[in-house]
């Protein structure tokens, strides 16, 4: 009940550009925080449970890059910076959540336990892949 009638004072206190400047900032905030409860870094508010789904998170970094790259010299330099801090905090989370080996953990070890006792060998072999692997996820983000 309290926001519609805070929505109706605020155009009477606020001057529109004011208006506009605290919508980009909720936006940019907004999406910001679904990238980072999609990288696993927030719990869901509703379910208490952590999310990660790195080409959904993607797609929101994604959107926050395209509205620099199209707002650019239209925006305040509060806006900037705000817009620039979200986009590096996120490509940086990103990063860690690629790299990070918990959820290839939780799925790989689920599988390898039954061949675990025979398999000290083949382990090194596995190894050697999987860093190839990681080493090329980095070089194509760069």
């Known amino acids: 009940m309290n926001d519609p009638h805070t929505s109706e004072a605020a155009p009477v206190d606020g001057s529109p550009e004011e208006m506009r400047s605290a919508l980009f900032a909720h936006m940019v905030m907004q999406q910001s925080s679904m990238a980072m409860m999609l990288l696993g870094k927030t719990p869901h508010p509703e379910t208490g449970k952590v999310l990660r789904d790195l080409e959904a998170a993607k797609l929101f970094i994604d959107q926050l890059e395209m ?13 900037a910076a705000l ?8 490509r ?8 990070s080996p918990s959820s290839t953990v939780e799925s790989q070890p689920a599988h390898e336990p039954p061949p675990g006792g025979p398999a000290p060998a083949p382990e090194p072999a596995a190894a050697a892949p999987t860093e190839d692997a990681s080493r090329k996820k980095f070089t194509k983000k760069y």
Request: zero cysteines; proline letters at 0%; charged letters at 30%.
């Open 67 to 79: 509205l620099e790259f199209k707002t650019k010299g239209n925006l305040s330099q509060e806006e």
């Open 83 to 90: 817009l620039k801090q979200s986009l590096m905090s996120l």
């Open 92 to 99: 940086m989370a990103f990063v860690e959540a690629v790299d």
